[in-house]
Structures are given as structure tokens and as C-alpha cells.
């Protein structure tokens, strides 16, 4: 009878006692070991590791920072990566591993079903075959994959079926071992193996039971000590057994994490919460919007045709004085507008023509006795600013008229139209 999966568990966790669980697994490790020994933990934290101390990754989700694997193998720590589809890659490549999909249709099989391959030992080169399969006959796998190495031991390997000439009989390793200067490695491409259904098969649980004494025993099968820590799917890394500044190694792990994070939204794209995320946001952004629009009040404004029209919409003298008193008209604009009252004044005044300049109507006015000499000498003067006043608006300069100046205007045409205003009436 199969033991139906858990709810609400992983595939792969410990405490998991239905088919896709490990606790087979674990308790496998404790009878040979002993409960104290074997440690199945949520997080790895390289500074309470010793170099007797033996690592179980499981299906990593989390990355494993490969250098602190280095350092840990070098002084005689042993690493085993159980991994088909997780992120043992990374670990894996810096000891130059690379995942090979296995046959597609391999020499031996169980239930009809190609996925379910059996992998069997290779023999080493003295015609025996590695320590953690001397009592296997054959591993049934599930979904596994394969890999590429240049150097490290095949332990199994899946053989491909013999199709003829078109389709010849290829071997791919599916567990590997090395040593890592004081340590081990261990790689199998098939975490499903050591799932309690697969431990029904007596070839899986004799390697599973292989595996656990190759990271535990010394050379020659001698006591080492040591613990066994079991980490599955996601876990958390923790300082730095290699002694670097934990600053540091948190920075990089949050980079590769980031990184590793980009590189899988662009062979996978999104998961299908972050679909549901980002419409869920702009389904409420949009919402607020509408309500935002819908409920906003306007202040009320008066028809076009019964607003007041401005002074400087109008015409006429209330108008044009609106235009000429604005703050954003050019002091040039006051001046020609008393040199045009002047003009027209003395014209109509003295019966001369108002094409003529202001200059001879200033002079005839003073031959005339309408204005006296000092009071020609002071229009005259006003006449200059007028007409520099006029060249500027012609040319389009900079307004040089300062406020002073249409002031000083201002009063002598004032002076001017007064004096006009006293002449007695001609006979």
C-alpha cells in the first residue's frame, strides 16, 4: 500500500511520511548513525561546521556559495548533491559538472514507463565498483537527469537502448564521486531515488545506505565521527567557513541570489503568482483611478457669454490704457502713446498737418508764442527719448526705457498740452 503525500508539505521534506517525504530516508541514517548524528536542518552555517562534519543537499532551491564548499572539502568535509532540477547546478559547474539529459529510451526500464529508468554500477578500473554500491544490484530512478565530467568517478550510469546503426548505445553517468584534496563529493542526479517509495526497492535503500557511510565513515571503513546534516529544498546560508567578513559573503550571496533569481524569469519567465501580483496591482491602481475621477468635484464657472471682458479685451480708451498699464508691456509702448497725444495735440492746435514731426511742431509752437523757450528746450530733449524709444520697438532690442524716463515724458508733454490749453483762441 502506497502512503498518500502529505498536505501542505514539499516534496523531499523529512518530517514527510507520505510517498515523496524523506523520512525513510532519515531514519535510514539515524539506525546507521545514530539520532544524534544526523541533523536535518533549515539552515546551513558554515562557522559551526568541523572538517568531520558531512553535508546532505537534497533538491538546493537556495544557492550553495561554492567556494565555502571548496574550503569546507579541502580540510576534509564531504558534500553530497542530490539534485535533478533544483540549483545544485551552480555548486556543481565549479567543480566542473555540467547536467546531460539521459537517454530517451534506456536499456532497462520498470513499469513501461521510460522516466522510470534503472541505473546500474560501473566497474573501476581494478574491476571492482565504487563503496556506496558494492551491495547494489540496480537503482530505480525517477525523472532523473544525467551528467558531464572531465575527471570525477562514475558511480551509475543509465545505458541507452541498442536502436541499430541510427540510435548506437550511450552510457550517462547519473552518480559521480570525488576528491576534493582532504574530502569528498558526491553528485546523484535523482533526489527522487531516496523518496520513501522509491526505498521499497532493495537496490535504492542499499544505496541510500552506501551514500550515508561513504560521507561518514573514514578510509578503510574506520570510525570518523562527525554529523550528518541533511538540508532539502530551501535553506538558509549562514557566515563563512573559510573566515571572510561576513559583510562580504552576505553581499555576494544577495548578488548571486539576485542574478540567479533574473537568469531563471528569462528560461522561465514569470511564476504564475507574479502574474497574479501585477494584475492584482493594476486591477486597484485602476480602480483608484476611476474612483478618484468619478468622485472629484470641479468648481463651478460662469458661461462664456456672461463673464466680465477684461479691460485689455476691450477697445477704446479704457482698453488700450488696460494694455498700456499691464505689467508685462515694454515701457516703449507709453512712450510712443504720448508722443502720438502730443503730435495730434500740437497739430490740431497750431492748424499744421499731423505728418509733421514733432521736432516742427515743437518750434512752430514756440515761434508762436504757445510755449516758451525753456519749455521747448525740455520737449525737444523728450522728442530724442521718444524716438530712441520708437528704433528700439522697430529693431526688436532690449527695452532700454527705464520707468524714470516715461515719468520725465509724461510731465513735459503734461507742461506742454497745459501751456496749449492757456493760449487765447486765435481771432
Same mark, same amino acid.
Given at each position: 500500500?502506497?502512503?498518500?503525500?502529505?498536505?501542505?508539505?514539499?516534496?523531499?521534506?523529512?518530517?514527510?511520511?507520505?510517498?515523496?517525504?524523506?523520512?525513510?530516508?532519515?531514519?535510514?541514517?539515524?539506525?546507521?548513525?545514530?539520532?544524534?548524528?544526523?541533523?536535518?536542518?533549515?539552515?546551513?552555517?558554515?562557522?559551526?561546521?568541523?572538517?568531520?562534519?558531512?553535508?546532505?543537499?537534497? !533538491?538546493?532551491?537556495?544557492?550553495?556559495?561554492?567556494?565555502? *564548499?571548496?574550503?569546507?572539502?579541502?580540510?576534509?568535509?564531504?558534500?553530497?548533491?542530490?539534485?535533478? +532540477?533544483?540549483?545544485?547546478?551552480?555548486?556543481?559547474?565549479?567543480?566542473?559538472?555540467?547536467?546531460?539529459?539521459? /537517454?530517451?529510451?534506456?536499456?532497462?526500464?520498470?513499469?513501461?514507463? !521510460?522516466?522510470? *529508468?534503472?541505473?546500474?554500477?560501473?566497474?573501476? $578500473?581494478?574491476?571492482?565498483? %565504487?563503496?556506496?554500491?558494492?551491495?547494489?544490484?540496480?537503482?530505480?530512478?525517477? +525523472?532523473?537527469?544525467?551528467?558531464?565530467?572531465?575527471?570525477?568517478?562514475?558511480?551509475?550510469?543509465?545505458?541507452?537502448?541498442?536502436?541499430?546503426?541510427?540510435?548506437?548505445?550511450?552510457?550517462?553517468?547519473?552518480?559521480?564521486?570525488?576528491?576534493?584534496?582532504?574530502?569528498?563529493?558526491? $553528485?546523484?542526479?535523482?533526489?527522487?531515488?531516496?523518496?520513501?517509495?522509491?526505498?521499497?526497492?532493495?537496490?535504492?535503500?542499499?544505496?541510500?545506505?552506501?551514500?550515508?557511510?561513504?560521507?561518514?565513515?573514514?578510509?578503510?571503513? *574506520?570510525?570518523?565521527?562527525?554529523?550528518?546534516?541533511?538540508?532539502?529544498?530551501?535553506?538558509?546560508?549562514?557566515?563563512?567557513?573559510?573566515?571572510? $567578513? /561576513?559583510?562580504?559573503?552576505?553581499?555576494?550571496?544577495?548578488? %548571486?541570489?539576485?542574478?540567479?533569481?533574473?537568469?531563471?524569469?528569462?528560461? +522561465?519567465?514569470?511564476?504564475?503568482?507574479? !502574474?497574479?501580483?501585477?494584475?492584482?496591482?493594476?486591477?486597484?491602481?485602476?480602480?483608484?483611478?476611476?474612483?478618484?475621477?468619478?468622485?472629484?468635484?470641479?468648481?463651478?464657472?460662469?458661461?462664456?457669454?456672461?463673464?466680465?471682458?477684461?479691460?485689455?479685451?476691450?477697445?477704446?480708451?479704457?482698453?488700450?490704457?488696460?494694455?498700456?498699464?499691464?505689467?508685462?508691456?515694454?515701457?516703449?509702448?507709453?512712450?510712443?502713446?504720448?508722443?502720438?497725444?502730443?503730435?495730434?495735440?500740437?497739430?490740431?492746435?497750431?492748424?499744421?498737418?499731423?505728418?509733421?514731426?514733432?521736432?516742427?511742431?515743437?518750434?512752430?509752437?514756440?515761434?508762436?508764442? *504757445?510755449?516758451?523757450?525753456?519749455?521747448?528746450?525740455?520737449?525737444?530733449?523728450?522728442?530724442?527719448?521718444?524716438?530712441?524709444?520708437?528704433?528700439?520697438?522697430?529693431?526688436?532690442?532690449?527695452?532700454?526705457?527705464?520707468?524714470?524716463?516715461?515719468?520725465?515724458?509724461?510731465?513735459?508733454?503734461?507742461?506742454?498740452?497745459?501751456?496749449?490749453?492757456?493760449?487765447?483762441?486765435?481771432?
Amino acid at each position: 500500500m502506497v502512503a498518500l503525500a502529505s498536505p501542505g508539505l514539499a516534496a523531499f521534506e523529512v518530517e514527510d511520511t507520505g510517498w515523496e517525504g524523506l523520512s525513510g530516508f532519515v531514519e535510514l541514517a539515524r539506525s546507521e548513525l545514530g539520532a544524534d548524528r544526523v541533523i536535518a536542518s533549515k539552515a546551513l552555517d558554515w562557522r559551526q561546521l568541523t572538517p568531520t562534519d558531512s553535508l546532505l543537499l537534497v !533538491h538546493p532551491t537556495a544557492l550553495v556559495d561554492p567556494d565555502e *564548499a571548496a574550503a569546507f572539502m579541502r580540510v576534509g568535509g564531504r558534500v553530497a548533491v542530490l539534485d535533478d +532540477h533544483g540549483n545544485g547546478d551552480r555548486l556543481l559547474k565549479s567543480f566542473k559538472v555540467e547536467r546531460r539529459p539521459l /537517454p530517451e529510451v534506456p536499456e532497462r526500464f520498470v513499469r513501461q514507463n !521510460h522516466a522510470l *529508468a534503472v541505473a546500474s554500477p560501473v566497474a573501476e $578500473a581494478n574491476g571492482g565498483v %565504487h563503496p556506496t554500491v558494492v551491495d547494489v544490484p540496480a537503482v530505480v530512478l525517477n +525523472h532523473g537527469t544525467g551528467f558531464a565530467h572531465p575527471e570525477l568517478t562514475t558511480v551509475l550510469e543509465v545505458r541507452g537502448a541498442d536502436g541499430g546503426a541510427s540510435s548506437p548505445v550511450t552510457s550517462v553517468p547519473v552518480a559521480i564521486a570525488g576528491q576534493v584534496e582532504r574530502g569528498r563529493l558526491f $553528485a546523484v542526479g535523482d533526489p527522487s531515488a531516496f523518496m520513501n517509495l522509491m526505498l521499497r526497492f532493495p537496490g535504492n535503500q542499499a544505496f541510500a545506505t552506501g551514500v550515508v557511510r561513504y560521507l561518514t565513515e573514514g578510509e578503510g571503513g *574506520a570510525r570518523r565521527g562527525g554529523r550528518l546534516i541533511v538540508l532539502v529544498n530551501d535553506f538558509e546560508e549562514l557566515n563563512s567557513f573559510a573566515g571572510e $567578513a /561576513p559583510l562580504r559573503k552576505n553581499l555576494e550571496r544577495s548578488l %548571486h541570489t539576485l542574478t540567479a533569481g533574473l537568469e531563471d524569469l528569462r528560461d +522561465h519567465g514569470f511564476p504564475w503568482w507574479l !502574474h497574479t501580483l501585477v494584475a492584482a496591482t493594476c486591477g486597484l491602481v485602476l480602480l483608484t483611478w476611476s474612483l478618484r475621477a468619478s468622485m472629484r468635484l470641479y468648481a463651478p464657472r460662469l458661461p462664456r457669454f456672461a463673464r466680465t471682458v477684461p479691460l485689455a479685451a476691450q477697445g477704446g480708451v479704457a482698453g488700450r490704457l488696460a494694455v498700456l498699464a499691464s505689467p508685462g508691456a515694454a515701457p516703449e509702448l507709453a512712450m510712443l502713446e504720448l508722443r502720438t497725444s502730443l503730435v495730434e495735440s500740437l497739430s490740431l492746435s497750431l492748424g499744421e498737418p499731423e505728418t509733421t514731426s514733432l521736432g516742427m511742431l515743437l518750434e512752430a509752437a514756440a515761434r508762436r508764442r *504757445a510755449i516758451d523757450g525753456k519749455l521747448l528746450a525740455r520737449g525737444l530733449e523728450a522728442d530724442k527719448l521718444m524716438r530712441r524709444a520708437e528704433a528700439t520697438l522697430v529693431d526688436g532690442r532690449r527695452s532700454t526705457t527705464s520707468r524714470r524716463d516715461v515719468t520725465g515724458a509724461a510731465e513735459v508733454v503734461g507742461a506742454i498740452l497745459d501751456a496749449l490749453a492757456a493760449r487765447p483762441p486765435p481771432p
